[in-house]
């Protein structure tokens, strides 16, 4: 079974070119990777037809990095990747302080592909400000 046939395709993420000079795509769960990465950095009102889509995690920052800040971006985490990645039921999202940058989270998304049923894992920096 092809994962790219069922989990889709589409140009990868961040855009790049590929060795053959052309648009480089990604397939399957990487595919879906890039996909949560996406959403997760997509501010809200970013898109003019679909200013509702994304995460909007840049309104955290200059926010301070206190437990309190940290369990919104989980709430956020969660409500956005519910609501614009169908391929995957998140399971757990983890937001703890960056250890080597007093003004970063490091958020970490455990979820599972529907489709295939397989555990995967990414994770990201949010930057904060104070």
């Given at each position: 079974m092809?994962?790219?046939?069922?989990?889709?395709?589409g140009i990868?993420f961040?855009?790049?070119?590929?060795?053959?000079g052309?648009?480089?795509?990604?397939?399957?769960e990487?595919?879906?990777?890039?996909?949560?990465?996406?959403?997760?950095?997509?501010?809200?009102?970013?898109?003019l037809?679909?200013?509702?889509f994304?995460?909007?995690?840049?309104?955290?920052?200059?926010?301070p990095?206190?437990?309190t800040?940290?369990?919104?971006?989980?709430?956020?985490?969660?409500?956005?990747?519910?609501?614009w990645?169908?391929?995957?039921?998140v399971?757990?999202?983890?937001?703890?302080?960056?250890?080597?940058?007093?003004?970063a989270?490091?958020?970490?998304?455990?979820?599972?592909?529907?489709?295939t049923q397989?555990?995967?894992?990414?994770?990201?920096?949010?930057?904060?400000?104070?």
């Open positions: 092809d994962p790219g046939r069922i989990l889709g395709r990868s961040p855009p790049r070119v590929g060795v053959d052309r648009v480089a795509w990604s397939a399957g990487e595919n879906v990777r890039e996909a949560i990465q996406v959403v997760l950095k997509t501010e809200l009102l970013e898109r037809r679909l200013p509702e994304g995460g909007g995690l840049g309104r955290y920052l200059l926010e990095n206190t437990a800040t940290r369990r919104q971006i989980k709430d956020r985490i969660v409500k956005a990747l519910s609501a990645e169908p391929r995957i039921r399971e757990a999202v983890d937001v703890e302080a960056d250890g080597e940058d007093a003004e989270a490091i958020a970490t998304i455990v979820y599972r592909v529907v489709a397989a555990q995967e894992r990414v994770s990201l920096t949010v930057l904060l400000g104070a």
